[in-house]
């Protein structure tokens, strides 16, 4: 009976853990989890994000690589012909700069694709009861106050407790230095 009891245990808990996690997404529950999804993102943030995106990795492109330049041209000698391609090297990155910020910004939907995340895992995560509870939460103006302010709390909570962990590490280690130094001390007295 003890073997029984684990086994039956271990049986239930993956039998209630698969029925959470192979929750139906019904049209009806898609709709709802949009809804919430555009609730709780900031399109415009995520379009800035976006933006920023396709220009850094324009100008990945766009930066002159020194090293790349001369190992590539390593067997070339110095005369007008490498300069010439020095000049079309660089005049390539320019280009291939541009094109991948042209790519990512037509082909990389970043609220779409942050859309669909958020509908996966608020699906993974909330019964329909509680969907519908949030949605009628992220609706209210406290709720709407909640997501614009998330970041900002966030960020604040981060920064004072990285200080408040930082205060007491001080002061950890000022009292273990003192100590180290008074044992050192004894030490010095007590050794022959």
Do not use: W
Not at 52 to 76: R, Y
Not at 108 to 118: A, D, F, H, S, V
Not at 155 to 173: G, P, Y
């Amino acid at each position: 009976m003890k073997i029984i009891s684990p086994l039956l245990i271990l049986l239930c808990i993956s039998f209630a853990s698969h029925a959470q996690s192979s929750k139906k997404l019904t049209k009806k529950r898609k709709t709802l989890l949009t809804k919430i999804a555009n609730l709780t993102l900031n399109k415009k943030q995520i379009t800035q994000q976006s933006k920023q995106l396709a220009s850094n990795v324009g100008k990945l492109f766009q930066d002159n690589n020194p090293e790349l330049i001369n190992q590539l041209l390593s067997g070339v000698p110095n005369s007008s012909g490498r300069k010439q391609m020095l000049d079309d090297f660089s005049q390539l990155q320019k280009r291939m700069g541009k094109r991948a910020k042209e790519e990512i910004t037509q082909n990389l939907n970043l609220y779409k694709i942050m859309r669909e995340i958020t509908i996966k895992v608020y699906h993974k995560h909330y019964s329909s009861k509680e969907l519908h509870s949030l949605y009628k939460f992220y609706s209210s103006p406290i709720g709407k106050k909640s997501i614009q302010l998330a970041q900002t709390i966030q960020k604040d909570s981060l920064n004072l407790s990285q200080t408040k962990i930082k205060d007491a590490v001080d002061k950890i280690k000022i009292k273990l230095e003192s100590e180290f130094q008074d044992k050192i001390m004894d030490l010095i007295l007590t050794s022959p």
